[in-house]
């Protein structure tokens, strides 16, 4: 554990540890040690076809079902291009399928906590988004809140609130949601980011379609949550145990950077993970330009640092080179081709969402079960 003065966040991490875990806890808080979320290891055992749950793909009116698709990362959706075929549709999570079933062909594997932390969400509404029933867990490593989400499930086991162990059953695995039957059930594992504790903000103006069209999950809305390459995390973890999440975002490649005017205070993004602004606490910071953040190909940010080139509505400062047109690389978050790229109104979208300042009154989370 680092000693010295602790920053807003480290402090109420801190705090939250020694009310709701113990000092035990506090030993161990900043390593990952993450645990597989169902009893199928097969990742560990260089066996990806009995680890993930196949897609089934209609290509050149050739059905097949390739594990592959269940991986994260842009593996569905091929098209032909003048390069080879791309996959162009982004998958944030992995699929794990299942080990057991009963004699109606029901998954009867148990979902496990990846590590410790608290139940921030339950959706038990099979409808009310495509991951159909859904849990969300906050971990705390390094004073930074990290999210696990478990999605498809057939039964929830928690209640918001509650403190669970690293491996603790949490709920089971189902088919829930969109796209799914009894054959292909699996779960569905994803470790994220929180772009914004001002995501209803956002979604009332980006994202909701009217009154009947309300957020039901608050900041755990899979809009806000943007997730990480687990299964790499988790393959990394073996070889390195003392890896950290600051050093495997450091591996990321940057595919393009935008800017955005500097408001009075700094994206909450940089609030939430100090270390994608190198560490230093924004408010000590002199007052920039603009913010400059870096992503990786999915949307996924990597870096916010203060700039000395103001301008005046989110700007791409920077997009690697690219042979084919740039929505076919980035989930769409870019238009344009050759060197001509411009953010697309999704791009844009995602850009006003992470550009919000910190809502003092949405907590990342409450000590005490809501």
Not at 339 to 356: M, R, V
Request: net charge negative.
């Amino acid at each position: 554990m680092r000693t010295g003065i602790f920053s807003a966040s480290q402090a109420c991490a801190l705090a939250w540890l020694i009310l709701n875990l113990g000092p035990s806890a506090l030993r161990a808080a900043d390593r990952l040690n993450l645990a597989l979320p169902t009893a199928n290891d097969a990742l560990f055992h260089d066996d990806p076809a009995a680890f993930y749950q196949y897609v089934e793909r209609n290509f050149h009116d050739q059905v097949t079902y390739p594990w592959e698709g269940g991986q994260y990362g842009f593996v569905r959706d091929p098209i032909d291009t003048p390069i080879g075929v791309l996959y162009v549709r982004f998958h944030e999570g992995i699929d794990i399928r299942p080990l057991r079933r009963d004699a109606k062909d029901e998954p009867l594997d148990e979902v496990l906590a990846t590590a410790p932390g608290r139940i921030v969400h339950t959706s038990s509404e099979p409808r009310a988004s495509n991951y159909g029933r859904y849990l969300v867990i906050e971990h705390r490593w390094d004073g930074c809140p990290y999210y696990s989400l478990y999605a498809h499930l057939s039964e929830i086991w928690v209640n918001e609130g509650d403190i669970v162990a690293r491996a603790q059953p949490v709920a089971r695995m189902g088919h829930t949601g969109e796209g799914i039957d009894r054959p292909r059930s699996h779960l569905h594992f994803e470790l994220n980011l929180m772009l914004s504790r001002n995501f209803d903000t956002w979604y009332q103006t980006n994202a909701s379609s009217g009154p009947n069209d309300p957020n039901k999950h608050g900041p755990y809305n899979g809009q806000n949550l943007a997730g990480l390459d687990i299964a790499r995390l988790l393959l990394a973890l073996q070889k390195k145990p003392d890896l950290t999440l600051p050093e495997f975002f450091a591996q990321e490649e940057t595919f393009f950077r935008v800017l955005i005017p500097a408001g009075p205070e700094p994206p909450d993004l940089l609030r939430l993970y100090p270390w994608m602004g190198n560490g230093a606490p924004p408010s000590n910071a002199p007052h920039p330009a603009a913010w400059e953040i870096s992503f990786n190909r999915t949307g996924l940010p990597l870096k916010v640092l203060p700039s000395d080139t103001a301008v005046s509505r989110p700007t791409l400062s920077f997009a690697q080179p690219a042979a084919v047109p740039y929505w076919q690389l980035t989930h769409r978050l870019i238009y344009g081709s050759g060197n001509l790229p411009t953010l697309s109104p999704y791009g844009i979208k995602l850009i006003n969402l992470i550009a919000q300042p910190k809502v003092e009154t949405s907590p990342v989370f409450s000590p005490t079960p809501k």
